[in-house]
């Protein structure tokens, strides 16, 4: 073999070894010390320790968010032994979080988990942000007049993202587990449901100025039905 044929051979012997250690190192890639790994360059998903949300349902899973109306200067209706709402509306929240995070149906997240104020947009935009399958802003109602007003109200805003399906099973389920005058699903235009972009229902569980409904509201048995009552809303809503 000539000088050049020695050279041609050499430099194709390079180009082999080159091929071999690179497809080596592809291999190394998808062993069982990386395995599934995929570089950030050649995928479109979620770099490693990136919490991207996904579309809601994923993995058997329904994002609920539940978000206790008022909170920090904003305290929302006085009751009527004088206790506030924004107290009340966290309870609830609290045990309507609980129940749902022991489903493995439902993947709960809450609008705020102590006293602070929270701007109505910001409630919507948490749910919005989740791409969630569901907004439960929950409230106590108030009325100021001679008469007594009492009963639970559910609204929603828009017709037909499910909001209203959603907001009858919950009002109905409220109403028959609290046994409270049905005063109705009504259609409003509330700031946290109108610039919700997923289905959002406001349930106004009681009247805090009545005192029969606030004792209810207020004790440990009524809050309970009341989580259980929505809890179970929205296992219909979904199991449908």
């Known amino acids: 073999m000539g000088k050049s044929g020695k050279v041609a051979y050499f430099m194709a012997t390079l180009g082999i070894i080159f091929v071999l250690l690179s497809l080596g190192g592809v291999i190394t890639l998808g062993s069982e010390g990386n395995a599934g790994y995929v570089h ?106 001679p008469e007594t007003v009492s009963g639970t109200e559910t609204y929603y805003n828009n017709e037909g993202d499910g909001s209203h399906e959603l907001a009858k099973d919950i009002h109905q389920h409220l109403i028959e587990a609290l046994g409270f005058r049905d005063r109705g699903v009504r259609q409003e235009d509330w700031k946290v449901l109108r610039t919700s972009e997923v289905p959002a ?21 009524g809050q309970d039905k009341a989580a259980h009552a929505i809890v179970e809303a929205l296992r219909e809503y979904f199991g449908k």
């Open 40 to 145: 950030p360059f050649l995928s479109s998903g979620p770099s490693a320790g990136e919490d991207k949300p996904v579309p809601g349902g994923a993995e058997g899973k329904y994002r609920i968010v539940i978000d206790p109306g008022h909170g920090g200067k904003d305290p929302g209706a006085t009751s009527a032994s004088g206790k506030e709402e924004k107290d009340f509306t966290l309870a609830l929240a609290q045990k309507v979080y609980e129940l749902l995070r022991q489903d493995p149906m439902f993947e709960p997240t809450l609008t705020r988990t102590s006293d602070e104020f929270i701007e109505l947009e910001d409630r919507s935009k948490v749910a919005n942000d989740l791409n969630a399958d569901a907004l439960i802003s929950l409230h106590g109602n108030t009325y100021e007049g």
């Open 201 to 221: 229902v406001l349930a106004e569980i009681g009247f805090l100025t009545n005192a029969e409904n606030e004792s209810v509201l207020l004790s440990e048995a």
